[in-house]
Nanobody
Framework: QVQLVESGGGLVQAGGSLRLSCAAS????????RGWFRQVPGEEREIVAR????????WYADSVEGRFTISGDNIKNTMYLQMNSLKPEDTAVYYC??????????????WGQGTQVTVSS
């Protein structure tokens, strides 16, 4: 059973940066398609970024392309989301997720507990 634990959320001013971490246990991260979602109260959870299991290619939502970077440390079995040029509309609870699917993160098998990111204007 894979367990995911996020850290790194917090309060930051618009234009600032944060780095989220997601530490995995019970499984090797590179054997999963993995990524980050976010959710604002009253809205659906949306995918932000993803690394594909099959080839390691990354994908970003249009709203974060060029500002966010997803990466991983295979030795630490940890995934990161570097968030730069943050905007108030990036405020949300951020979740890391993983699935055994080779390509898609449409239906994750595993979720972290979430970490709050708040961007003040």
């Amino acid at each position: 059973q894979v367990q995911l634990v996020e850290s790194g959320g917090g309060l930051v001013q618009a234009g600032g940066s944060l780095r989220l971490s997601c530490a995995a246990s019970g499984g090797t991260f590179t054997r999963y398609t993995r990524g980050w979602f976010r959710q604002v109260p009253g809205e659906e959870r949306e995918i932000v970024a993803r690394i594909r299991r099959i080839d390691g290619r990354t994908w970003y939502a249009d709203s974060v392309e060029g500002r966010f970077t997803i990466s991983g440390d295979n030795i630490k079995n940890t995934m990161y989301l570097q968030m730069n040029s943050l905007k108030p509309e990036d405020t949300a609870v951020y979740y890391c997720a993983a699935t055994t699917d080779m390509h898609s993160l449409g239906a994750p098998d595993y979720w972290g507990q979430g970490t709050q990111v708040t961007v003040s204007s």
